[in-house]
């Protein structure tokens, strides 16, 4: 996540410059996503620099560090909890960087170890300006508070199943083809809240089309939808042909059993018998 700090005086900038880093403050909590579904490691950058109208006239070495203090203080003030991010899923390539004279901003590339992350888990990472060599740092976004949404269904699955294409419909009987779902790769949920992920939809992920699945803390159920390019135009389903046969959950395993069926354009039937299992 890189951008650019405005011209527009920031709220605790009247005679100097004030630093302060991009989507910076708690209020910016929802911009500041702490990306952990990538099965690699991956490199953040996150950017700080001059939020004033005012500009350094000289190099100022900018240090940073994590304030796990501001976590704490976020906790006692919202519902939604954060645990911190386990020191073994991040790393500073740098802890300290020069802005040099002339320029608004630079970036920290952080290391994320993403495919380490439990997924489940609600963690925050807040990074924080701690020396900027005698210029002010912004009260209110010298922090920015990095976050992930836990999900209990969130994770990194291992496929199984079948695929069958019917010439047909499925009353008929006549089987085109049969496709082994173990050959696709592992799958990875995207979170959207605390009750909703989305994952890939059979082999036809690289299609764009996902399960919405909303989980039931009640009843540990879930539910399941497609998601709108799946029943979108041009996409060769049938309108209304899309059904939902099974949509279980084993909280015990955590294993995820759907079978749906869909119709084509042609009038050929799809059965998709599908259960992801947790790595």
């Known amino acids: ?143 920015i508070y990095l976050s992930q949404i836990g999900s209990p269904i969130a994770g990194r699955y291992t496929v199984s199943g079948t695929r069958t294409n019917y010439v047909g419909p499925v009353s008929a009987g006549v089987v085109e083809t049969v496709t082994d779902l173990s050959t696709v790769a592992t799958k990875t949920t995207a979170t959207q809240s605390f009750t909703n992920v989305t994952v890939d939809y059979a082999d036809l992920g690289i299609a764009g089309w996902q399960y919405e699945i909303t989980y039931s803390p009640v009843g540990k159920t879930v539910s399941i939808a497609p998601n709108d390019i799946i029943t979108g135009a041009g996409t060769g389903v049938l309108e209304g042909s899309f059904i939902v046969d099974i949509q279980a959950y084993d909280p015990v395993t955590k294993v995820l059993h759907f079978k749906t069926e869909y119709t084509n354009q042609a009038g050929n039937a799809r059965v998709i018998d599908e259960y992801l299992t947790p790595q």
Do not use: W
């Open 1 to 143: 996540m890189t951008g650019c700090f405005k011209d527009s005086v920031h709220n605790d900038a009247n005679t100097a410059a004030v630093v302060a880093i991009y989507h910076g403050g708690v209020s910016n909590i929802a911009n500041a996503p702490l990306s952990l579904a990538t099965p690699d490691s991956l490199v953040f950058y996150m950017n700080a620099g001059i939020a004033s109208q005012y500009t350094a006239n000289r190099d100022v070495v900018l240090s940073i560090n994590v304030n796990d203090a501001a976590r704490i203080a976020y906790n006692e003030s919202h519902d939604i909890q954060y645990e911190a991010l386990p020191d073994s899923l991040y790393k500073f390539t740098d802890d300290s960087i020069t802005l040099t004279a002339g320029t608004r901003s630079v970036n920290f590339p952080i290391l994320i170890y993403s495919g380490k992350a439990d997924l489940t888990k609600n963690y925050m990472l807040p990074v924080a300006i701690k020396d900027a060599q005698g210029l002010n740092i912004s009260a209110d976004s010298g922090v």
